[in-house]
């Protein structure tokens, strides 16, 4: 099965096309600092022999986070606790990442105010942002490439910059929630400037063999909002700096979403093939002939499952073991296959 085959990006080589995709676990405290929650969380999936595994949003920021309880990457005090989930992952042969994020006008913590790049806020419970001024954003940017060298220092085999799901760079780059009218507002090349800015400066630092991913949602579902092939416009400007996207849909605006198995994967497959570029396929996807459907069909490269995951952390093993698959079952548990 093309499912449990090996998959290189460029140094990144899977042992097989399934990712657990960032899920926030809201374990950490107002330090941002890993702890033993999230060392067992995610050296169980490798354990279950997931190809790669992306921690959880982190913020580059201590206003970049969502909550006052999400991992924080914007101090050097952040670094050992993530290594020590790295070297932990690696050991079992599977490979990790790092989502950074800041979550702009989706920050609802007490460090400081929101910010986000027009004065909307996200719903009627939030609360007005902070428009940033264009001093304030050359400084997130600076606090991705810190982050970026800090997650290199960790040794994370890849970093995703979140760019999906209503957070900042989400919010730069839809013109629901981005009215600026200077350089980095109006028409698709201002509204990604943000976002290509961020790009430049983590390729600046971090190494050129190291897979830089991008998530994104590729419609808004709203009139107005971006469209699959905004997006596809979107990818085709800032392509050159990543290695593959990561793609998803929604979160910018409270919106009803008819959600169904593999509801987004159409759009991951657009983006390839319009963009010329690998793809993460996810939504709702639990089981492995839906993953191989749609890797077999060229639809996408690698498939993330999410929820299955949480429910499930040996999920791969045990999908391989019924299939009579060669894959290399954890000694300690071989009593349970006889």
């Known amino acids: 099965m093309k499912t449990f085959e090996n998959y290189k990006l460029k140094n990144m080589n899977l042992k097989n096309r399934i990712v657990m995709p960032p899920m926030c676990m809201y374990s950490s405290d107002e330090t941002g600092i ?20 992306i921690v959880e949003s982190t913020g580059v920021s201590e206003n970049g986070r969502t909550t006052d309880r999400d991992l924080g990457i914007w ?16 050991n079992y042969g599977s490979k990790i990442a790092i989502q950074l994020n800041h979550a702009g006008r989706k920050y609802t913590g ?23 001024t264009k001093d304030y954003i050359k400084e997130i940017v600076l606090n991705f490439k810190e982050a970026a060298k800090r997650a290199d220092k960790a040794g994370f085999d890849a970093i995703e910059i979140h760019g999906a ?18 350089e980095y507002g109006g028409d698709i090349k201002n509204r990604t400037r943000f976002l290509k800015e961020i790009l430049e400066a983590v390729r ?21 909002g971006i469209t699959i092939n905004d997006m596809v416009e979107i990818i085709n400007e800032i392509k050159e700096y990543i290695d593959i996207v990561h793609v998803s849909t929604g979160g910018l605006i409270p919106v009803e979403i008819s959600a169904y198995p593999g509801y987004q994967v159409n759009f991951a497959s657009t983006i390839k093939e319009k963009c010329n570029i690998p793809t993460i396929a996810v939504g709702l996807i639990t089981d492995v002939n839906m993953a ?7 639809r996408a490269d690698l498939v993330a499952i999410g929820r299955e995951l949480l429910r499930n952390p040996y999920f791969v093993l045990n999908e391989a073991k019924d299939r009579n698959l060669d894959i290399n079952y954890p000694e300690q548990y071989k009593a349970a296959l006889k």
């Open 34 to 53: 890993a702890n033993d929650f999230h060392y067992t969380h995610y050296v169980t999936r490798a354990i279950g022999a997931v190809g790669l595994i």
């Open 75 to 90: 101090d050097d005090k952040h670094i050992d606790k993530l290594k020590k989930i790295v070297d932990g992952v690696n």
């Open 110 to 132: 007490t460090a400081s105010q929101a910010v986000a790049p027009s004065a909307i806020k996200f719903d009627e419970k939030s609360t007005v942002p902070k428009e940033l």
């Open 165 to 182: 799901h209503g957070y900042l760079i989400h919010q730069f780059l839809s013109p629901l929630s981005n009215l600026r009218e200077d």
């Open 204 to 224: 600046e630092v971090w190494p050129k063999e190291k897979t830089i991913m991008l998530r994104v949602s590729a419609y808004d579902y709203k009139e107005g």
């Open 292 to 298: 191989e459907e749609i890797i077999s069909n060229g």
